[in-house]
């Protein structure tokens, strides 16, 4: 069943009907852009997009990416017509609590969104990560089974932030052609015209990229015109820049093409002046039942076919052990029954310990996909087993990111949520500043992502103070649902790893450039805390510590006790782990009542939840051998021994 002409011109009409009421009824929202697209939103939706409103999850649908996610109320107003489960009451809640319809398109909580977008440019390099996701597996498992295309809509912010640099430049470095953009050309920011901040040649900036770029021009309301567009974007092997000069606002008689209708809801009578334009009912809400049922009846019968026809040819593939594992982001039955261990008294960095938990799983995480900034040899994740992936080699599992830290941690995060991938991410532990948006979009999303990162204090040394990590730990653990590990040792790290693995949602791992002793049996990980050994007798004091510093509590304890005091030391790799344990498995490892000495080669900030005092590093580094910064700075055995007496003396 296609929808006729009729049907076609009434179901652009309610899209931007339902951009404007729903803005207005929340005096809150972006009517214009909503109003400018839904001509390309419902070609999208009804005629191009391989989707299945009955299955959004269907593994080889086309991904769609709102990249301009303050527009959400487009892409609501066509799930909603197209049988997503959206119905008008959720459009009349459209940014109220607890709503299906928020202010920004949130993976995970709306059906038919596949990422979270509204920060600027990061829909845009999620979609980057979808494409090497679709690409990797496509020709891992074979085009029958996947083969489908990401789809996303940028606007002028979104090309102006600078991670849309990087994941241009890497996305036409790796010949994506299964990514298809559609740049909203409006010429509008929230202050005025572009021309005000901009005179960038768009098609000739993304032509250096290596991107086919085809320039539409004024033909934003001509649906055969752009249905044929995106259709011919599908022949290229390179992604796909389509520029579609579109009009903010329209049709509306009183803004379109101002910046007052980027943000600012329209009056009840702006709206109703340009329904009279558009010949639709003076009414909120409108959506006639005979065009909601047919439209739905449309997109789920294409849906279905499409859905059905995949099943039957892909049928042995999904059953595979290997697409079961990768898809449910996890290993292979026994995984983990050849992690490494690590002898105590050994010195092993733990970036040095991750590459060997690394290599001895490799094998049995098929999902598994790592790659680095410009920096496989430090990382410690590299994969010495498979060739890196390029446009020539699309089935290799090392991606090459350059120096291009924010696009790495964005496209990541595509990755994830596209599904069938298990992405790890590596740079330097200061570099974590330039990745911290997506970052937080992992945690909101709850993207299954290992962000790794090495060289993670002062002990970094003569590279000084621009290099020298100092609050990025406690900065990443204020982040929600992010489950960040700081691991003491080797067999920390091991643990860590098969933790990480094992957890839903993202993670971070800090690692050391210097050589630690190892001093645990990893068991720490599992409750984010664990006694790594007690003086004789009942302790005075607790010595509690993550990452190399436990080593440093394990030589001052010794030295305590030979000065009487009966000391505990606790290795504490992960804060928000051990915070989720109950209160008698805290209370085995913190015992109530005896003062708690925290020690940690970073910001005190936060530390007085667990301890009653700190020795950390509460100004920036400097340049000079590690031990020897790390010494002068007082992290040191003799330091904590001299605190701890203080605080048991009290």
Not at 9 to 19: D, E, P, T, W
Not at 318 to 329: H, K, L, Q
């Amino acid at each position: 069943m296609s929808l006729t002409a009729e049907q076609d011109s009434l179901a652009v009409s309610l899209i931007r009907g339902m951009s404007m009421d729903a803005p207005l009824a929340a005096n809150s929202g972006h009517q214009g852009t909503g109003m400018a697209l839904a001509p390309l939103a419902h070609v999208l939706y009804s005629r191009v997009l391989r989707h299945d409103p009955a299955d959004p999850t269907w593994p080889d649908r086309d991904r769609f990416v709102l990249s301009n996610g303050h527009a959400s109320i487009l892409q609501y107003s066509t799930l909603f017509l197209s049988g997503y489960g959206l119905e008008l009451d959720d459009l009349r809640a459209f940014r109220q609590w607890e709503s299906a319809t928020p202010g920004h398109p949130e993976a995970g909580h709306t059906a038919g969104v596949e990422v979270t977008t509204g920060p600027l440019g990061q829909g845009f390099a999620n979609a980057v990560g979808m494409a090497v996701a679709e690409a990797n597996q496509r020709a891992r498992f074979g085009a029958d089974v996947v083969d489908h295309y990401t789809y996303v809509v940028a606007g002028d912010g979104c090309l102006m932030e600078g991670i849309s640099h990087e994941a241009a430049d890497l996305a036409g470095h790796l010949g994506l052609g299964h990514l298809i953009c559609v740049f909203d050309d409006n010429l509008i920011t929230i202050d005025g015209r572009t021309d005000i901040t901009t005179s960038s040649d768009m098609a000739a900036r993304f032509r250096a990229y290596g991107w086919d770029v085809v320039e539409l021009g004024d033909v934003a309301d001509d649906l055969d015109v752009l249905e044929a567009a995106l259709l011919a974007a599908k022949s290229t092997d390179q992604p796909s820049l389509l520029i579609l000069r579109t009009h903010i606002g329209r049709p509306s008689p009183d803004h379109e093409d101002t910046h007052g209708a980027h943000g600012n809801p329209f009056s009840a009578d702006d709206v109703s002046r340009t329904k009279e334009v558009m010949g639709i009912p003076d009414e909120p809400f409108w959506a006639p039942a005979d065009l909601v049922a047919a439209y739905r009846s449309h997109t789920a019968e294409r849906g279905a076919a499409a859905h059905a026809d995949w099943t039957e040819r892909s049928g042995a593939v999904t059953s595979s052990p290997d697409w079961v594992a990768a898809w449910a982001g996890t290993g292979l039955d026994g995984w983990d029954a050849d992690l490494p261990t690590y002898d105590l008294g050994d010195s092993v960095a733990t970036r040095k310990a991750i590459q060997a938990a690394i290599d001895a799983t490799y094998a049995n995480l098929p999902g598994l996909m790592s790659g680095s900034a410009d920096l496989k040899g430090s990382n410690g994740v590299a994969l010495s087993a498979s060739h890196p992936f390029t446009s020539d080699a699309p089935d290799g599992r090392y991606l090459h990111y350059g120096v291009r830290e924010h696009a790495m941690g964005a496209a990541a995060v595509g990755m994830a949520l596209h599904g069938g991938v298990l992405p790890v991410t590596a740079t330097f532990f200061v570099f974590a500043d330039y990745m911290r948006p997506p970052i937080r979009l992992s945690s909101l999303s709850g993207a299954k992502v290992c962000f790794v990162f090495t060289h993670d204090s002062v002990g970094v040394g003569e590279d000084g103070p621009t290099h020298q990590p100092v609050e990025q730990l406690a900065s990443l653990r204020a982040i929600p649902g992010l489950h960040v590990v700081r691991p003491a040792d080797a067999n920390e790290t091991v643990q860590a790893w098969a933790d990480i693995i094992r957890h839903e949602g993202p993670s971070a791992l800090i690692l050391s450039r210097q050589n630690i002793p190892v001093t645990t049996d990893g068991s720490a990980v599992a409750t984010g805390a664990g006694v790594v050994g007690d003086s004789p007798g009942d302790p005075a004091v607790v010595l509690l510590a993550t990452g190399s510093e436990v080593a440093v509590c394990v030589d001052a304890a010794a030295a305590l006790a030979g000065r009487g005091v009966a000391a505990r030391v606790v290795s504490m790799p992960s804060w928000d782990r051990f915070v989720a344990q109950d209160v008698a498995t805290k209370a085995t490892i913190l015992p109530p009542g005896v003062p708690v000495l925290s020690v940690e080669a970073g910001t005190t900030f936060g530390w007085a939840t667990f301890a009653d005092d700190s020795i950390g590093i509460d100004r920036f580094g400097a340049s000079a051998p590690g031990e020897l910064v790390l010494d002068k700075l007082g992290i040191n055995a003799a330091n904590v021994v001299e605190r701890a007496v203080a605080l048991v003396a009290g």
